[in-house]
């Protein structure tokens, strides 16, 4: 297992290996945290085909991991980010080719609002991901108006669950009120981390 910051390092790793390489996080892609929260959906929905998705906030390594799943499990996605943050061109247009053959439905825009309206789950991230840290307060100017709060969810299904990859900024990314609110489902999320990738391990022993 690798967690690293450059993707390339994995694809590297797995070309000189004969044994599987699992990708524990890149800044491309974070694919076991997208496992577990995916079977947190399924858990808490009883279902995953035909639901929506809404992620607000920083195009990074989790919206990739997020909407590729997305896609391959007949979710619908909405993915808002500011100009200039938007997600990675070529995964874009590898998910749109999956969702293309599973008919889910994509969103990828600046519109917060219609990102999350008749959303079943909303998910954020923090806004300096990993490797990003020194462009804290840029970016707390560019992503002010794409925080996750009580008057964005509104706009969501009355039972959407909010998620959260942690840790969290509470009062940047996302509103107090939220994150502790009775739609989170942060906790539960976390810990599935533990099953998702028991399973990941156990597939592949």
Request: hydrophobic share 40%; with cysteine.
């Amino acid at each position: 297992m690798i967690r690293t910051h450059a993707h390339r390092k994995v694809i590297d790793l797995a070309r000189g290996t004969t044994i599987p390489v699992i990708n524990g996080l890149t800044d491309r892609s974070h694919p076991c945290q997208a496992l577990a929260d995916y079977q947190t959906i399924l858990e808490k929905k009883g279902q995953l085909r035909g639901l929506k998705v809404a992620y607000i906030g920083d195009g990074n390594n989790m919206v990739h991991s997020l909407m590729m799943g997305a896609a391959k499990l007949g979710i619908d996605f909405a993915v808002a980010s500011p100009q200039g943050y938007e997600p990675n061109v070529e995964v874009v247009k590898s998910t749109i080719d999956i969702a293309n053959q599973t008919g889910s439905k994509l969103y990828i825009g600046s519109d917060c609002k219609e990102a999350v309206t008749n959303a079943d789950v909303i998910y954020t991230d923090v806004w300096a991901s990993m490797g990003f840290e020194a462009e804290q307060k840029e970016r707390e100017l560019a992503f002010k108006n794409y925080q996750v709060n009580e008057t964005l969810v509104s706009h969501a299904n009355k039972d959407f669950l909010f998620m959260h990859c942690l840790p969290a900024h509470r009062g940047e990314e996302v509103s107090e009120g939220v994150i502790d609110g009775p739609n989170s489902i942060i906790f539960d999320q976390a810990e599935n981390r533990l099953h998702a990738q028991k399973a990941i391990m156990a597939a592949i022993m």
